[in-house]
Antibody, heavy 123, light 111 residues
Framework: EVQLVESGGGLVQPGGSLRLSCAAS????????MSWVRQAPGKGLEWVAN????????YYVDSVKGRFTISRDNAKNSLYLQMNSLRAEDTAVYYC????????????????WGQGTLVTVSS | QSVLTQPPSVSGAPGQRVTISCTGS?????????VHWYQQLPGTAPKFFIY???NRPSGVPDRFSGSKSGTSASLAITGLQADDEADYYC???????????FGGGTKLTVL
């Protein structure tokens, strides 16, 4: 069964950095787009970033551009999110998700999700 | 404020039919991008429920159906059951934002 396990969350001060990891198993990791989606406490879902199969294409929500970097290591079946210059509004559960296409290039959805890791930005 | 608008809550009695709307614009649903739906049970990760507007992955009961028309999409649930109680989110792509977007979510309560 497809498994995605996030780690690396925790408490960090505003302006600090954190690196999230996602370990994938039971599927050919290098064959899929991967994504990060977050959910602030008591709020809805927000897409954060996507990366294509070989890491050559990356997309970010405007609010994290220039601060967050998505990357992957296909040899280790792992996805990462480097988060710098963290702000209080980045506080959320961060989910790793596998991406699929339903049709055209941008018809993209998330078919498997991890359990999430909580990032709290507070002094 | 999401570019995809969902009602904050809907409710229905067991056995009834409910629909959850997802209203977008000409830069997302109206532009022809597919709509996908997710179910999030309390305290758990989201689970994808409908993809490509109306397709159900294996394991999702046929009581759930999706549709899309113009700048809106809908998730219909028939034969409502207690364990359908969850938050439901729609998702699509927005060309103005150049990114993927979710609706604000709808809490389904089974009375």
């Amino acid at each position: 069964e497809v498994q995605l396990v996030e780690s690396g969350g925790g408490l960090v001060q505003p302006g600090g950095s954190l690196r999230l990891s996602c370990a994938a198993s039971a599927f050919t990791f290098s064959g899929y787009w991967m994504s990060w989606v977050r959910q602030a406490p008591g709020k809805g879902l927000e897409w954060v970033a996507n990366i294509n199969q070989d890491g050559s294409e990356k997309y970010y929500v405007d609010s994290v551009k220039g601060r967050f970097t998505i990357s992957r290591d296909n040899a280790k079946n792992s996805l990462y999110l480097q988060m710098n210059s963290l702000r209080a509004e980045d506080t959320a559960v961060y989910y790793c998700a596998r991406g699929r296409n339903s049709g055209y290039y941008y018809d993209f959805y998330f078919d498997y999700w991890g359990q999430g890791t909580l990032v709290t930005v507070s002094s | 404020q999401s570019v995809l608008t969902q009602p904050p809550s809907v409710s229905g009695a067991p056995g009834q039919r409910v629909t959850i709307s997802c209203t977008g614009s000409s830069s997302n649903i109206g532009a022809g991008y597919d709509v996908h739906w997710y179910q999030q049970l309390p305290g758990t990760a989201p689970k994808f429920f409908i993809y490509g507007n109306s397709n159900r992955p294996s394991g999702v009961p046929d009581r759930f159906s999706g549709s899309k028309s113009g700048t809106s999409a809908s998730l219909a649930i028939t034969g409502l059951q207690a364990d359908d109680e969850a938050d439901y989110y729609c998702q699509s792509y927005d060309s103005s934002l150049s990114g993927w977007v979710f609706g604000g979510g709808t809490k389904l309560t089974v009375l």
